[in-house]
């Protein structure tokens, strides 16, 4: 059992440099800890106890304190900045026909209308978020000129 416990630590130590997700490492421990069981002539039960209990300790106390190492937070880019912006239609956007475009920083984008509706060119709308090279975008209720004249006076 000895030879099979420390192909296990192997195999598991494998794993663990192929996935780097911290998936495996406990096991690859568990694994020593029950090849030194058998080194010392531990029946097969409680190899198999110490495995577990050994891999099921690394993972609960070493787990939370090493997590930060495999995070995979979004990391912002610039094109995130946009978001929240607000920019013009420059091509009447309709999700169903598939068109539309907006510019911003003098760049233009494909959009789409996060709720589906058709926006006219010209539209002030505003950046919901970006799916893939898409802008998602909703219209900006502007007031005209007769309804500030009437917020005025």
Known sequence: ??????????VFLVI?????ALCSIWFAVG???????????????????????VSGVCFAVLY?????????HHHPTNVDMLIGQTCAVTQRIDNLAET??????GKTWTARSSDG???????????????GVKMIVTPIKQESPADEASAQG
């Open 64 to 72: 939370p304190k090493l997590k930060h190492l495999v995070s995979r």
């Open 117 to 131: 509706q058709v926006i006219e060119p010209e539209t002030v709308v505003r950046i919901q978020h970006i799916h």
């Open 16 to 20: 663990e440099a192929i996935s780097a």
């Open 31 to 53: 694994a020593l800890f029950a090849a030194a069981a058998a080194a010392l002539g531990g029946p097969i039960w409680l190899q198999i106890l110490v495995f577990a209990a």
């Open 100 to 105: 539309g475009a907006v510019s911003i920083a």
């Open 1 to 10: 059992m000895l030879v099979f416990w420390l192909i296990g630590v192997g």
